[in-house]
C-alpha cells in the first residue's frame, strides 16, 4: 500500500475513535512527508530536533510540528518559533527553558509531561512523585508561556500485551489523578498521548487521544541515525 493509502486508512480508524493521529515522520524526507500531507496529514512527529527545524523549513507552513523524542534545554530554541506540542518534558529545567524561550517569541507553547511507565531502564520520563512535586513548584506556577495539556508514555517495548495494557491504564489512572488536583478548572489539560505502531490499539482502549504512528505509515525505518544515544531508536 502507498503512504497515501496508509495514512487515510490510519487517520480514520483512529479519529473514529475521537483520537489524534501524529505521523511519525523521522528519518523520512521533506518529500515522503509532502505525500502524507496531499494526503490530508497536517500533524507531524519528530524525535530530533535538527531535523524537525530542516523539514519545517521546506514544508507547508500549516504543518503542526510535534517533538516527541527527548528534548536537550540548549535546542529548545531552535523549535520555540514554530512548534505546536513538546511531548517528552521530563524536568522542572527543561520547561523553565521552553518558557523562557517562548516567552522570547512571544508565544504559549503546548507541553505534554512524559511519565516513566515502562519496566526498562532506557525509557526517559518522570515518576509519579516528581511530576507531581514539579506541579507543585512555585517555579511551575509563575511560568505564563507553557502550558501543560496533558500527559505522555511510552510502554515497555514487549509483545505482553497484557503488561502494556496496564502500563497505559495506570497511566490513565494517574491522569484522572491530576487533572482533579491541578487541572480541574483547566480544560485543555485533555491529552493522553500513548500508543505507537505495535501498541496503538491497546492505547485507544486505554485513554489515548494520540498516537504517534511511524512505521505502519511510511514502512520499517532503513537510515539510522542516532547520533544521541538519549534519543528514541524505536
Ligand atoms: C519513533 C517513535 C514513534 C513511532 O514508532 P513506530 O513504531 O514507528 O510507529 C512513536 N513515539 C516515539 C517517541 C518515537 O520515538
Known amino acids: 500500500m502507498s503512504i497515501a493509502d496508509n495514512l487515510k486508512q490510519y487517520k480514520s480508524e483512529v479519529e473514529a475513535d475521537g483520537v489524534k493521529l501524529i505521523a511519525v515522520s523521522k528519518t523520512q524526507t521533506a518529500d515522503t512527508i509532502l505525500e502524507a500531507y ?96 514539579l506541579l ?3 517555579e511551575y506556577s509563575e511560568m505564563k508561556n507553557v502550558r501543560i495539556i496533558g500527559l505522555m508514555g511510552i510502554a515497555t517495548n514487549t509483545k505482553n500485551e497484557k503488561q502494556i495494557t496496564i502500563e497505559f491504564n495506570e497511566l490513565k489512572i494517574f491522569f484522572d489523578g491530576l487533572k482533579a488536583s491541578f487541572f480541574k478548572d483547566e480544560d485543555s489539560f485533555k491529552e493522553i498521548s500513548t500508543g505507537m505502531s505495535a501498541d496503538y490499539k491497546i492505547a485507544i482502549e486505554e485513554g489515548s487521544t494520540m498516537v504517534r504512528i511511524g512505521s505502519s505509515i511510511f514502512g520499517k525505518r532503513t537510515i539510522k541515525h542516532f547520533k544521541n544515544t538519549s534519543e528514541n531508536p524505536s
Not at 500549516?62 to 517528552?88: R, T
Open 136 to 138: 507543585r513548584s512555585s
Open 38 to 133: 496531499q494526503a490530508g496529514q497536517r500533524i507531524f512527529g519528530e524525535n530530533i530536533v535538527q531535523e524537525m527545524v530542516d523539514k519545517q523549513t521546506q514544508l507547508p507552513a500549516d504543518i503542526e510540528w510535534h517533538l516527541i523524542g527527548h528534548l536537550q534545554s540548549n535546542k529548545v530554541k531552535y523549535i520555540a518559533p514554530f512548534v505546536s506540542l513538546i511531548h517528552g518534558v521530563d524536568s522542572l529545567k527543561l520547561l523553565q527553558e521552553i518558557n523562557k524561550q517562548a516567552l522570547k517569541n512571544k508565544r504559549v507553547i503546548d507541553c505534554l509531561l512524559q511519565i516513566y511507565i515502562a519496566d526498562e531502564e532506557t525509557k526517559f520520563g518522570l515518576a509519579h512523585d516528581e511530576a507531581i512535586e
